[in-house]
Each structure stands twice: as structure tokens, then as C-alpha cells.
């Protein structure tokens, strides 16, 4: 009868182990598959950010690319109404130097009709005009005789050339206009005009002689103003700030509701910002 027991108990043990083995191996194919679940999930969760991602990044690129049409667009813009305001100034200034010239010499012939009650007729003769060369020692004052056929065809042009944007040739053809009609009326507009083809072409050093020439000897002109502006533009850009700084404040204390003004302390703001960074 023991024998008999104790092989019963050993079948009964192995009966149980091998339940338990069998439900241990059922539990760990079942974790195995939840575990296997869970990477999918998570993998297609990752999967569907990265999609998301991708879809967000070429939304980003579609709009810096619209971004940079506009900001080319106005660009474009900007650049045409500058050459249009440009070359509307500068026919402008061209028809006013025309009727600063034609007003004077309206006026010559009359007042050369009215002989003085205390002077011969043949006494009243006007007098030759001086010569450039007599002129050589220096620019003449703003009083200056009428202008004639022969200097507004020469004015003009010079002042064609830079409307052509021929810088190099207007700035040449004004300094040759200034030596050759020293005294006529369109001279402070002649060097104006001149330190403009400078400034262009960056010959700062030569564009601020010739505005420095409006102010020292045409005071008066109507650009004395646009040269006090341009010398401070000249000063900054031969890296002479403190002069360009004094320069521009001085524009807007002697001209504080002009246009010039306001492009002064424009230019002295982009300088500060230029400080700044």
C-alpha cells in the first residue's frame, strides 16, 4: 500500500508542476502579447506625431516661402516709388532752376532801358562781364548776373547725365559747367547737383566740398538746407561720426520743420541703431 501512495503522490506532483509550468508559460505568452501591443501602439502613436511634425514643418516652409514673396514684393515696391519720387524731384528742381534763370534775365533789358537823370545815355553802357579766369580765386557770390542760353544748355545737360544715372559723367559735367559759368544763377544748383553725382558713386570727400561750397557761398540758395543734410551724410560715411552727429543736429536746430529736419533725425536714429548692434 505505500509504494501505491507514494506513487500517487508523485503523480499528483507532477500533475500540479506541469499545471503550474503550463499556466506560467499561458501567462507569459500573454504578457509577451500585451507587451508586443503596447510597443505597436506606441510605435504608431510616434509614428503619427512624426507625420504631424512633418505636415507642421512643411506648413512653416509654404509660409516663410509667401513671407519672402511679399517682403520681396515690397521691395520692389519701395525701390519703384523711390525712382519714381527721385525722378520727379529731380524735374522738379530742373524746371525751377529754368525759371530761376529766365526771371533775371526778363528783367535785364528793362531796367538797361530806363537812363539815370544824373548820367549820359553813353555812360549807362553795361560793362562786359567778367570772365571765368577773372573768377579763378574763388566761387562768386549768390548776386550774380542772368543767366544765358548757352549755361542752361550746359546745366541741362549735365543734369540729363544724372538723371540717366551716368553719375561719373554728370559730377564732371558740373564741375565743368561751375568753372566755365561761375556766375550764373543755377551755380548753387550746379554744385548741389554735383555733390549728389558724388555721393552716389561714394566719393564722399568730394560730394562734401561741393555741398560745403552751397552753404559757404550761396547761403541764401533754396538747397542750402538739402547741402547742410548731405555734408552730415558725407561726414557718416567717412566713418567721421561725431562730425555726422553735430552735422545733423545743427540741420534740425537751423531748419526744425523742414524735410530736412525729419530725414536728419531719420539718419541719426539708423546711426544709434548701427551703435547698438
Same mark, same amino acid.
Request: net charge neutral; charged share 20%.
Given at each position: 500500500?505505500? =509504494?501505491?501512495?507514494?506513487?500517487?503522490?508523485?503523480?499528483?506532483?507532477?500533475?500540479?508542476?506541469?499545471?503550474?509550468?503550463?499556466?506560467?508559460?499561458?501567462?507569459?505568452?500573454?504578457?509577451?502579447?500585451?507587451?508586443?501591443?503596447?510597443?505597436?501602439?506606441?510605435?504608431?502613436?510616434?509614428?503619427?506625431?512624426?507625420?504631424?511634425?512633418?505636415?507642421?514643418?512643411?506648413?512653416?516652409?509654404?509660409?516663410?516661402?509667401?513671407?519672402?514673396?511679399?517682403?520681396?514684393?515690397?521691395?520692389?515696391?519701395?525701390?519703384?516709388?523711390?525712382?519714381?519720387?527721385?525722378?520727379?524731384?529731380?524735374?522738379?528742381?530742373?524746371?525751377?532752376?529754368?525759371?530761376?534763370?529766365?526771371?533775371?534775365?526778363?528783367?535785364?533789358?528793362?531796367?538797361?532801358?530806363? =537812363?539815370?537823370?544824373?548820367?549820359?545815355?553813353?555812360?549807362?553802357?553795361?560793362?562786359?562781364?567778367?570772365?571765368?579766369?577773372?573768377?579763378?580765386?574763388?566761387?562768386?557770390?549768390?548776386?550774380? =548776373?542772368?543767366?544765358?542760353?548757352?549755361?542752361?544748355?550746359?546745366?541741362?545737360?549735365?543734369?540729363?547725365?544724372?538723371?540717366?544715372?551716368?553719375?561719373?559723367?554728370?559730377?564732371?559735367?558740373?564741375?565743368?559747367?561751375?568753372?566755365?559759368?561761375?556766375?550764373?544763377?543755377?551755380?548753387?544748383?550746379?554744385?548741389?547737383?554735383?555733390?549728389?553725382?558724388?555721393?552716389?558713386?561714394?566719393?564722399?570727400?568730394?560730394?562734401?566740398?561741393?555741398?560745403?561750397?552751397?552753404?559757404?557761398?550761396?547761403?541764401?540758395?533754396?538747397?542750402?538746407?538739402?547741402?547742410?543734410?548731405?555734408?552730415?551724410?558725407?561726414?557718416?560715411?567717412?566713418?567721421?561720426?561725431?562730425?555726422?552727429?553735430?552735422?545733423?543736429?545743427?540741420?534740425?536746430?537751423?531748419? =526744425?520743420?523742414?524735410?530736412?529736419?525729419?530725414?536728419?533725425?531719420?539718419?541719426?536714429?539708423?546711426?544709434?541703431?548701427?551703435?547698438?548692434?
Amino acid at each position: 500500500m505505500r =509504494p501505491q501512495r507514494k506513487t500517487n503522490a508523485m503523480a499528483c506532483a507532477l500533475a500540479a508542476l506541469f499545471a503550474s509550468t503550463g499556466a506560467m508559460a499561458q501567462q507569459s505568452r500573454l504578457s509577451l502579447a500585451d507587451r508586443v501591443a503596447a510597443l505597436e501602439a506606441r510605435d504608431q502613436g510616434q509614428g503619427q506625431q512624426s507625420v504631424e511634425l512633418l505636415n507642421r514643418i512643411a506648413q512653416l516652409e509654404s509660409d516663410v516661402k509667401a513671407l519672402r514673396a511679399q517682403v520681396e514684393q515690397m521691395q520692389n515696391d519701395n525701390q519703384q516709388a523711390k525712382d519714381q519720387a527721385k525722378a520727379q524731384y529731380i524735374d522738379l528742381d530742373s524746371r525751377l532752376g529754368r525759371l530761376e534763370a529766365a526771371a533775371p534775365a526778363a528783367s535785364a533789358p528793362a531796367a538797361a532801358a530806363k =537812363p539815370s537823370p544824373n548820367r549820359p545815355a553813353a555812360a549807362q553802357q553795361p560793362a562786359a562781364s567778367a570772365s571765368p579766369s577773372a573768377a579763378a580765386g574763388g566761387v562768386p557770390s549768390p548776386a550774380a =548776373p542772368a543767366s544765358t542760353v548757352s549755361d542752361q544748355a550746359a546745366y541741362q545737360a549735365a543734369f540729363d547725365a544724372m538723371k540717366a544715372e551716368q553719375y561719373a559723367d554728370s559730377a564732371q559735367k558740373f564741375r565743368a559747367f561751375v568753372q566755365q559759368y561761375p556766375n550764373s544763377t543755377l551755380a548753387p544748383n550746379a554744385y548741389y547737383w554735383m555733390g549728389e553725382s558724388y555721393y552716389v558713386t561714394r566719393n564722399y570727400q568730394y560730394a562734401l566740398a561741393a555741398f560745403q561750397s552751397v552753404i559757404d557761398h550761396f547761403p541764401d540758395s533754396a538747397k542750402t538746407a538739402g547741402a547742410l543734410l548731405k555734408i552730415g551724410y558725407c561726414q557718416d560715411g567717412l566713418k567721421q561720426r561725431d562730425a555726422a552727429e553735430a552735422t545733423l543736429h545743427q540741420v534740425i536746430a537751423k531748419y =526744425p520743420n523742414s524735410e530736412e529736419a525729419g530725414q536728419a533725425q531719420s539718419r541719426l536714429r539708423a546711426m544709434s541703431m548701427d551703435a547698438g548692434g
